[in-house]
């Protein structure tokens, strides 16, 4: 979490159970991905944790955890997002349009992983949050697409539990924006992992459902 090692550490280890829980859900494999979700934000957060106790020797020490964390953010969740809820979404129209994002969503993970290896990210406190800095402008168009894949497929979801999952999301970037721009990348990853403990309450109800 942005606010500090011990916070991160905690929600790492919430997330985490959340997750082996969710697990214990899973009735098919096309599930895994959508049930991994809550293990890959406590990663992390856990990465986001060891980075609070880095920084302070100075933002070269920043490098590594750094760019771990932002390769998650940047690089694995808008491949991630639509494929995840593409896999579990039961109604074939909704699904066309979540798979149709995929491509895009290839696109910027390959975009972001160049643009981290040319110019890696540094980190260091801003306030009570972390800043993540590449001196490096993102592509504005890279930036829409990356925000369409992420966002958007919960919200085209036929489960009102995924929807909710992308109102948090959405409602974290907003205000991420708006409240925290130096720090954007970092609090909206919280309310990203915040809104992944929706999936324990998806997968409960979605097992219970009659299968198409």
């Known amino acids: ?11 790492a280890g919430l997330l985490a159970m959340t997750g082996i829980a969710t ?26 944790g060891a ?23 940047l ?13 579990v979404e039961r109604e074939a129209p909704r699904r066309l349009v979540m798979l149709l994002l995929l491509p895009a969503g290839i696109g910027v993970a390959v975009y972001s992983a160049g643009t981290t290896l040319a110019h890696p990210y540094l980190a260091w406190p801003v306030g009570y949050a972390l800043t993540y800095v590449d001196n490096h402008s993102y592509s504005p168009t890279m930036l829409a697409t990356y925000l369409i894949c992420t966002c958007l497929p919960p919200l085209l979801s036929s489960s009102r539990t995924l929807n909710l999952f992308g109102v948090i999301v959405a409602a974290g970037l907003g205000i991420a924006m708006l409240a925290f721009y130096e720090d954007f990348v970092s609090v909206w990853c919280f309310f990203a992992a ?11 109800d979605h097992g219970r459902a009659i299968p198409l």
């Open 51 to 73: 980075l609070w106790l880095t920084v302070p020797e100075g933002r070269i020490h920043s490098l590594l955890l750094a760019n771990i964390f932002s390769a998650m953010a």
């Open 75 to 87: 690089v694995i969740w808008p491949v991630l997002i639509p494929l995840a809820v593409a896999l």
């Open 194 to 204: 915040l809104a992944s403990f929706t999936l324990l309450v998806f997968f409960r």
């Open 23 to 48: 697990l214990t859900q899973v009735k098919k494999r096309a599930e895994l991905p959508l049930a991994l979700t809550p293990l890959f934000f406590a990663v992390q957060q856990a990465v986001e």
């Open 1 to 11: 979490m942005c606010f500090s090692a011990t916070a991160s550490f905690s929600a």
